[in-house]
């Protein structure tokens, strides 16, 4: 399955959000960026995006193919496609990549919802 990264105006629109959680993300991200000496923030695009395809796993899978496959993790730790292994729902590969993207940015860069009163 091919990993997620926002590149170009995806990842401008994050960066560039004034959102109170995109800025959030951005200020985190970039001390992270720092401190573990990456060079994704400099060249404009994210590091790979795990956290937010779990989450959208929690909610949701229309822009994922799903697939029951049985898995075990072996003595290295190492998570491996085993028919005797555990059955479990398996994201496989995107069926829209392009449509989760458009959905994360426009959660990390929604506008400020007034705060109830």
Do not use: C
């Not at 985190?28 to 923030?41: D, G, H, I």
């Not at 193919?65 to 479990?88: C, F, H, N, Y």
């Amino acid at each position: 399955m091919r990993a997620v990264h926002l590149t170009g105006p995806k990842f401008a629109a994050v960066r560039d959000s004034q959102d109170p959680l995109a800025v959030a993300v951005m200020e985190n991200y970039t001390v992270w960026s720092e401190a573990s000496k990456r060079k994704e923030l400099s060249q404009g695009r994210s590091s790979t995006l795990y956290d937010p395809v779990a989450v959208y796993l929690a909610f949701a899978q229309e822009f994922l193919k799903m697939e029951k496959l049985g898995i075990r993790v072996d003595d290295k730790g190492m998570t491996l496609i085993d028919s005797a292994g555990k059955p479990m729902n398996v994201a496989t590969e995107w069926k829209d990549m392009a449509a989760f993207e458009d959905l994360l940015v426009s959660r990390l860069t929604r506008p400020t919802v007034p705060a109830l009163k």
